[in-house]
């Protein structure tokens, strides 16, 4: 029957990816039902998308469902859909080639795996190269998650398999365009023409030596309970009964194994918490159970489910996935109809995951169509509410939990600050701080937190951003207010200086920066009369000193310990984030800080008594010491160290 059979090898990286894959998987063995299951049912979905176009391709085997069947005899394993189907140049290049991104990734994810798992063991033995038989059995979950992720989960028919045989057969097309490919996994692939009866894809394992589990029923039954329940399109197994007498055949039955419903087509009440978090697994191939969940059915003007999950752990290539988002899956009337999670939720809850079922919208929406549609628009009003709303009640009812989907996914939240002005009030109520008060214990405090603690006249809530926890929590701008007790949250990622731009006010307390402006605490109104007085000459001259690298030279309020330290305008940029843009090649508007010095500080009133030559070098040492203090790199670090000696030592 074969017409042109050609043999091939597998690209170098795919027979990499399938050699971890086969060697570095011994707990969990079992996933690659899973994933063949997993792959069958995308084939299901895509056959019934396509089919909304031409119908004929469904018509003459309308019932879409998945099959497994198992030879004890010959030891195969099959699985097989009536799905979408492959042409040959689909299967070559779908398997046995690197032409989806990601494989690559799932590559350099796991060597980087393998690398720490073997730095983990240097102690015990010398480290294996990865990529490797590295005995990776102890802890397999890392490549189970790499699996499912970065779509390389056909290849896990080799964990339990010798040799693997597809056949397949596209939709629509005629019996004698079917293919065969067959390898044993050892580098090289056959691909055949053959002739096949039936659209869809069968996949035929030879199970391994001691993988004779895999052919038992009762196994095979309670693996797709436990990973392919919800699957909408029914699983059957082919089981036999035997016969009762011994001129009796056995009868064979094809059972259906799973519920063959969409789980979130069912109600609330009849669905467990096991069957919520494996359909989460099957959404996302996240084996880490989600944190929350959130299952709404809307009946109404519109008409749509919408089952919305938080992760607990951000995909590894969460950031790679900044371009090409996906996550919340549309459905319309059951059928799948795209990965729509860039037209439903905005970018900053990229993390959510789930599933939306309109009964409203056309079978046939494009992207452009979703864009403008108003019906969208209002689900996707919707499903941020949910989403914030699910956040919420987290952060309010299982704080631990939450803060663990705050180490994930907190920065993320902040972008909603900025991005998101109608929700801002619920975001900002969900933002968590270092402060001055916690900072020991590793705490965090929310704004509302902070505010309850305010002291009686305190207006305002302030921050201070820095580009490290310790530059903020050792900066010189606290000095005075961890003097009067005054709580600062500390803030010291690099998003904060951005959002905080855009932050001004929450619940009618103005949020500001202590390193800007001047900093009012409303108390000893008397004694600022001095400052406001004559300007004592020393500051004059050294602004001479100093000339343009400071906008001016002013007597201190916020130092109690420092001798000086650099303010900002009220409205200008943080010096750590000016640096980083400027270190991007931007060019931005020029603001000068003002150094601030503290008048009782014994280096002042050495400056005092100086002569004109070393004054000029306390001017310079003073000036720098504040630029180190917050973090920066000073303009002339040699001269700065000649200085500090020639000091020193006079
Ligand atoms: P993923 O499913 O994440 O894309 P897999 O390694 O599981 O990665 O599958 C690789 C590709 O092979 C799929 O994207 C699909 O194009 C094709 N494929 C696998 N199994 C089937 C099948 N049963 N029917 C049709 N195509 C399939
Ligand atoms: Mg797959």
Redesign the pocket.
Same mark, same amino acid.
């Given at each position: 029957m074969t017409q042109t059979t050609e043999q091939r090898s597998f690209q170098a990286e795919v027979q990499e990816v399938l050699n971890l894959v086969t060697h570095s998987l011994y707990s969990n063995k079992e996933i690659f039902l899973r %994933?063949l299951v $997993? &792959? !069958?049912s *995308? !084939?299901c979905d895509k056959l019934r998308f396509e089919a909304l176009q031409d119908g004929s391709l469904l018509a003459d085997d309308p019932e879409l469902r998945i099959e497994i069947e198992a030879d004890p005899e010959k030891r195969l394993l099959i699985i097989r *859909?009536n +799905? @979408?189907?492959?042409s040959r140049e %689909?299967v070559v290049e &779908?398997?046995g080639t690197i032409a989806?991104s +990601?494989t690559r990734r799932f590559l350099e994810q796991a060597r980087e795996a393998a690398a720490a798992k073997a730095g983990k063991k240097a102690g015990k033995q010398s480290g294996k190269k990865a990529g490797g038989e590295n005995g990776a059995g102890g802890d397999s979950r890392i490549d189970e998650n790499l699996i +499912?992720q970065f779509?390389?989960?056909?290849?896990s028919a080799f964990i339990v398999a010798d040799s693997v045989t597809l056949l $397949?057969r596209r939709a629509g097309a005629a019996a004698e365009e079917g293919v065969r490919w067959m390898s044993t996994g050892d580098g090289t692939f056959t691909v055949s023409d053959i002739e096949l009866p039936r659209r +869809?894809?069968e @996949?035929i394992l030879h199970l391994k030596e001691d993988e004779d589990e895999f052919l038992q029923s009762w196994t095979l039954r309670s693996l797709v309970g436990r990973y392919s329940d919800h699957i909408g399109f029914p699983i059957r197994l082919k089981e036999t009964e035997p016969a009762d007498g011994d001129d009796e055949a056995d009868t064979v039955e094809w059972n259906t194994v799973n519920q063959a419903s969409a789980l979130w087509t069912r109600p609330k009440s009849e669905i467990s918490d096991e069957e919520y978090t494996g359909f989460y697994e099957h959404l996302t191939h996240d084996a880490e159970a989600p944190l929350a969940w959130a299952h709404n059915a809307v009946e109404g003007a519109q008409n749509y489910t919408s089952l919305l999950y938080l992760p607990a752990k951000a995909p590894l290539d969460f950031m790679l996935q900044r371009d090409e988002r996906h996550g919340l899956k549309l459905y319309v009337k059951r059928v799948f109809i795209m990965d729509a999670a860039e037209q439903l939720l905005p970018h900053y809850l990229r993390f959510m995951r789930g599933v939306v079922d309109s009964s409203d919208l056309p079978l046939n929406v494009s992207r452009e169509l979703l864009q403008e549609n108003e019906g969208v628009r209002k689900i996707r009003a919707a499903v941020v509410k949910r989403s914030l709303d699910l956040i919420t009640r987290l952060a309010g009812n299982e704080p631990e939990q939450y803060a663990t989907f705050w180490k994930q996914f907190g920065t993320v939240l902040k972008e909603g600050i900025v991005e998101d002005m109608g929700n801002r009030e619920k975001i900002a109520k969900l933002l968590r701080f270092t402060s001055t008060k916690d900072v020991a214990a590793g705490n965090v405090v929310s704004l509302e937190d902070y505010i309850a603690r305010m002291a009686e006249g305190q207006d305002t809530i302030w921050y201070i951003t820095a580009d490290s926890l310790n530059a903020a929590k050792n900066s010189p701008h606290l000095e005075l207010f961890r003097k009067e007790g005054v709580e600062v949250l500390l803030m010291h990622e690099r998003i904060d200086e951005w959002m905080m731009g855009y932050f001004p006010e929450f619940e009618g307390k103005a949020l500001k920066s202590v390193a800007k402006g001047d900093v009012n605490l409303g108390k000893d109104e008397a004694s600022e009369d001095d400052d406001a007085g004559e300007m004592p000459e020393v500051l004059s001259r050294m602004k001479e000193v100093l000339g343009d690298a400071v906008e001016g030279v002013r007597a201190s309020r916020r130092l109690t310990d420092s001798a000086a330290c650099l303010v900002l305008g009220e409205h200008d940029m943080a010096l750590h984030l000016k640096r980083m843009l400027e270190q991007a090649g931007q060019s931005l508007p020029d603001s000068k800080p003002t150094l601030e010095v503290n008048l009782d500080h014994p280096l002042l009133q050495r400056l005092d008594v100086a002569e004109e030559g070393d004054f000029e070098d306390w001017t310079r040492l003073i000036h720098d010491q504040a630029v180190l203090a917050e973090g920066g790199q000073l303009e002339d670090p040699a001269a700065f160290v000649a200085r500090v000696n020639k000091l020193l030592l006079s």
């Open positions: %994933e $997993s &792959n !069958a *995308d !084939a *859909d +799905g @979408i189907g492959m %689909e &779908n398997i989806r +990601g +499912g779509g390389v989960g056909f290849y $397949s +869809g894809t @996949i």
